[in-house]
């Protein structure tokens, strides 16, 4: 049987209900297919072992957008609450707060090395990379080569597995614009100094440097289940354990015949007006027919993936942090989530520690294939090395695995993207990608929801009236008011509408 629906959306993370719970709050149909059997949120999910809860990753309710804002405490009116920020890097065996306080790196780097870092820093003004093209390049610019070392080196080659000299540009900007060594360095003063009481959540604020942040509760899949009782009770419908395998597209009538496989082998086919995708480009691209001239381009966009270990007991060592970077390279961790500090009512019994270890891998690497044990014993080895947990105070663990997590930021991924968007536009018309993977942007949470929502309202306009590619293009996107995304933000149309 064939079942015929004006909206079909592929994904159930931020993006893509998101869309769904826009259309269907203003009546249209909407069916949503997500491929894992359990749970929606994507890598926004909060996984439920023994009834400790967890993120794949950590995700702080944090926007410069009212609207995303008001849009979150639209889904989930009463269960937000408000976190410190509280987070440290770790190099050389000491603890660093991040952001920076002025007189703790001070005191741990030592003069001398300080002097060096500040040194660098002048040179690479006086000296600097013109058009930077990597990551490398562009953070040298900022920060100087001495504190590009310390700071981003490591840290940045373990999430990416690649040199920095490899990775464009293109990421740094997005993710760290607005903050320079200069601002860094006066944050951290008045932090040193006390003078930072007023907050620096406001408008001007670099989003690196926000002091707090909204949490649900019981994490961030909260928002997301929320989001779908919302969507079904709206008369949308969200499927399960659904594997898109197939998308056919009549060019001469503008419809989709779309194919998906459940669990126990069964095939479901639908045939949509509109394709809304939050999969990653690279696995839709491969599905669609008649073949994408540009499919040669989406296969050789690459993922980044990665695998979190959670180790749980009773902790002789209290730890504050929600979040601690490690930039020793002695150790495989990148980072270290303190899930307790995201939200109390994360740990069942309220008192046990539970500690994510994230390793950033690829899928079908050794770390990827290892066995949960094997990943377990190298968790406790390193926890104990880095001083946040010993060893024998873990009681129990759990690993999670979770492919294609970052979209990578290469050297050719921009040219390949570009090619890729110049004949969907054409040729795909009414297949709109949403999301992080869906259109290959290492977006925030709220950016990805900004892509869904507008995306909503271009298919219930009948016309393309907003640019989603436009979202996160400025990561000051919010407030810079120059896009057409960015200006529909502002606009009374796009309040979300409160309702019952």
């Known amino acids: 049987m064939v079942r015929f629906i004006e909206t079909l959306v592929i994904g159930a993370g931020p993006a893509g209900l998101t869309t769904a719970y826009k259309l269907s709050q203003e009546g249209r149909e909407v069916i949503v297919l997500e491929k894992d059997p359990i749970y929606v949120g994507g890598i926004s999910r909060t996984v439920n072992y023994k009834n400790f809860l967890f993120d794949i990753g950590g995700h702080r309710f944090f926007s410069k957008s009212k609207t995303i804002v008001d849009l979150w405490r639209e889904i989930l009116p009463d269960d937000f609450i408000e976190r410190p920020r509280l987070s440290r890097i770790f190099y050389q065996n000491k603890f660093y707060a991040y952001p920076l306080r002025g007189f703790e790196a001070l005191r741990n780097l030592g003069l001398w090395e300080s002097a060096r870092c500040m040194a660098s820093f002048g040179f690479a003004r006086a000296f600097p990379f013109r058009n930077p093209a990597t990551f490398h390049h562009w953070v040298r610019n900022q920060f100087g080569e ?94 399960m354990g659904r594997a898109v395998e197939k998308l056919d597209f009549d060019e001469a009538n503008k419809i989709w015949t779309v194919e998906a496989w459940t669990a126990d082998g069964q095939c479901e086919t639908f045939r949509a007006r509109h394709v809304v995708s939050s999969a990653p480009i690279r696995e839709l691209m491969s599905n669609l027919s008649p073949t994408p001239i540009s499919l040669l381009h989406a296969r050789q966009l690459r993922y980044r993936d990665f695998l979190t270990v959670v180790l749980i007991g009773k902790s002789r060592r209290e730890l504050p942090d929600n979040w601690v970077y490690i930039h020793d390279p ?41 066995s949960d044990a094997e990943l377990i014993e190298l968790a406790k080895r390193e926890i104990g090395r880095i001083g946040l947990m010993d060893p024998e105070d873990v009681a129990d663990a759990s690993v999670v695995r979770q492919a294609k997590a970052y979209p990578v930021y290469d050297e050719t991924y921009a040219a390949n993207l570009e090619t890729i968007r110049a004949e969907l536009s054409l040729r795909f018309p009414n297949l709109h990608l949403v999301g992080r993977n869906g259109m290959h942007k290492y977006n925030n949470q709220d950016h990805a929801m900004m892509t869904g929502l507008l995306t909503a309202l271009n298919i219930i306009a009948g016309e393309i009236a907003h640019d989603v590619w436009r979202v996160n293009e400025d990561a000051e996107y919010c407030e810079a008011g120059i896009s057409g995304a960015e200006e529909a933000l502002v606009s009374e149309r796009l309040a979300p509408r409160r309702v019952a």
């Open 146 to 239: 001495r504190l590009f070392s310390i700071f981003f080196k490591t840290y940045t080659e373990k999430v990416w597995g690649m040199s920095c000299n490899e990775i464009s540009s293109d990421w740094a900007a997005q993710r760290i614009k607005g903050l320079s060594l200069g601002a860094a360095i006066f944050d951290g003063l008045r932090r040193s100094l006390g003078l930072n009481k007023s907050g620096n959540n406001g408008a001007n604020s670099a989003r690196t440097l926000i002091e707090s942040f909204q949490y649900p509760r019981k994490g961030p899949g909260m928002m997301w289940e929320a989001a779908a009782a919302k969507i079904k009770s709206n008369g949308g419908e969200i499927l």
């Open 330 to 370: 002695a150790v495989k961790v990148g980072r270290v989530q303190n899930f307790r500090s995201w939200s109390p009512e994360m740990i069942p019994d309220g008192v046990s520690t539970c500690l994510g270890l994230e390793y950033f891998c690829f899928e079908g690497d050794g770390l990827w294939t290892a």
